[in-house]
C-alpha cells in the first residue's frame, strides 16, 4: 500500500523527535481516511516514544483489525503491548508475526528477550531465538543486542561476551556494546581507579550523552578521591611515630620536645607522599578525568566528605608533627582524632562495597 503524502511527513517528524507536530499531521490525514495503516502505525510510534502507552494500545489494537496478517501492524503490537507489561499477549502476538512471515528477524529477537517473563519460557528457547535472528539479519546490530540479552538470560557468557565483540565489530558506536565492554573492562579484577577513570573517559568520547558511563566515571573519580584518606592517614601516623606517641612500656620514650630539625624533616616525607602519590597521578590522568575530578567536587556530597576528611587528617598531622610538644597528652587525642574519623569511614565505604 502506498504511503500517502501527510504520513510521510509525519514519518519524517518522528524520526526527528518532533512529535506533537507529528500528532497534528496524522490526526488530519486520520480525519480524511480513519482506515489509513500507515498513518495509525506512525501514530502508535508517537505514543511509545512519549510513553503514552495506553493510547499507544488503543492505535495498534485498530491497526491490528484493519490488518491481523501485517507484520509491521503485528511488530508494533508487540511493542505496544510490552511497553504495557502485558507480556503474554505480546509472546502471542510476537509468535504470529513470526507465523506470518517466518523471515523478518524482529519477532524472532523480542521473543528471545521476553522469554523470561512468559509463563512457558524457557531461556534455552530464547537463545535459539536470539540466534535465529542474528541468522537472518547477520548485518544488522539490533539482532546482536537481542542475542546478547538472550545470552546473558540464559547466562551463556562466552557467547554474550562474543555477541558484544562482534556488535563493537559491526557498529563501533554501538551504545550497548561500548558500554558494557567498557564496565566490564573497567570492573575487571585488579584495575586501579585511574585506569577505569581513563575507560570510562575514552568511552565518553565515543557517547558523550550516556548517563551510565557518566555515572561509572564519577564512581570511579571517587575512587580517586578515596585514595587521599590513606596518604593523610600515613602521615598522621607517620608524626605519631615521629613523638613516640605511645611508648612501649619498659623502654625509656623519646625525649619531647622534638628539635626543629626533625620536625622540618617530618615535611619531607609527607610532601613525597603526596607529591608521588597523589600529584603526580593527577597529573597523569586524562584531562577529562582531571576536569571530572574537580566536577564531582563540586557536584557531590560525599566526594566533598571524602576530601574534607583528608584535608582534617592532614591538619593533625602537621599540628602533630610541627608544634614542639612538650609532653604526650595532647598529641594522643590529636592522633586519634586525624585517625579515626577516617579510619572508621574507609571501613564503612569497604563493607558497603561487598
Not at 577513570?197 to 565518553?204: I, K, M, S
Not at 573519580?221 to 615521629?242: D, H, I, K, Q
Not at 620514650?253 to 593527577?282: C, D, H, I, K, T
Request: a positive charge; glycine letters at 6%.
Amino acid at each position: 500500500m502506498e504511503q500517502h503524502p501527510m504520513v510521510a511527513r509525519a514519518e519524517a517528524l518522528v524520526d526527528l523527535g518532533r512529535y506533537a507536530e507529528a500528532k497534528s499531521v496524522l490526526a488530519s490525514r486520520l480525519q480524511e481516511d480513519p482506515q489509513d495503516l500507515w498513518a495509525l502505525l506512525e501514530l502508535a510510534r508517537c505514543h511509545l516514544a512519549g510513553k503514552e502507552t495506553d493510547q499507544a494500545v488503543e492505535v495498534t489494537g485498530q491497526a491490528l483489525t484493519l490488518a491481523p496478517q501485517d507484520y509491521a501492524t503485528l511488530h508494533m503490537r508487540a511493542r505496544a503491548l510490552r511497553q504495557a507489561s502485558r507480556m503474554e499477549e505480546t509472546g502471542a502476538v510476537l509468535r504470529e508475526a513470526i507465523r506470518v512471515d517466518p523471515l523478518r528477524w524482529t519477532a524472532y529477537g523480542t521473543l528471545a528477550e521476553i522469554q523470561p517473563w512468559l509463563s512457558d519460557g524457557d531461556r534455552q528457547e530464547g537463545l535459539r531465538l536470539g540466534l535465529e535472528a542474528v541468522r537472518l539479519a547477520p548485518e544488522e546490530p539490533r539482532a546482536y543486542e537481542s542475542l546478547y540479552k538472550a545470552a546473558l538470560i540464559a547466562n551463556d557468557q562466552e557467547r554474550a561476551r562474543q555477541t558484544l565483540v562482534t556488535l563493537r565489530q559491526l557498529d563501533p558506536t554501538n551504545s550497548l556494546a561500548v558500554v558494557m565492554q567498557t564496565d566490564s573492562a573497567a570492573n575487571a579484577p585488579g584495575v586501579k581507579a585511574a585506569q577505569a577513570a581513563d575507560l570510562y573517559a575514552d568511552a565518553l568520547g565515543t557517547l558523550p550523552d550516556s548517563d551510565w558511563l557518566r555515572s561509572g566515571l564519577d564512581a570511579a573519580t571517587y575512587r580517586l578521591l578515596r585514595g587521599t584518606r590513606w596518604l593523610a592517614l600515613l602521615c598522621v601516623a607517620a608524626a605519631g611515630a615521629m613523638l613516640d606517641i605511645f611508648p612501649e612500656e619498659g623502654k625509656v620514650p623519646r625525649e619531647l620536645p622534638v628539635s626543629l630539625g626533625q620536625r622540618l624533616w617530618m615535611l619531607v616525607p609527607m610532601a613525597a607522599l603526596w607529591g608521588f602519590g597523589a600529584l603526580l597521578r593527577y597529573r597523569r590522568l586524562r584531562t577529562g578525568v582531571q576536569l571530572n575530578v574537580r566536577s564531582l567536587i563540586r557536584r557531590g556530597r560525599w566526594a566533598r566528605v571524602v576530601l574534607a576528611q583528608a584535608v582534617w587528617a592532614m591538619l593533625c598531622a602537621l599540628l602533630l608533627s610541627q608544634v614542639p610538644w612538650s609532653e604526650r597528652t595532647v598529641p594522643q587525642v590529636l592522633f586519634w582524632a586525624g585517625i579515626v574519623p577516617t579510619l572508621a569511614t574507609v571501613l564503612f565505604d569497604r563493607k558497603k562495597r561487598k
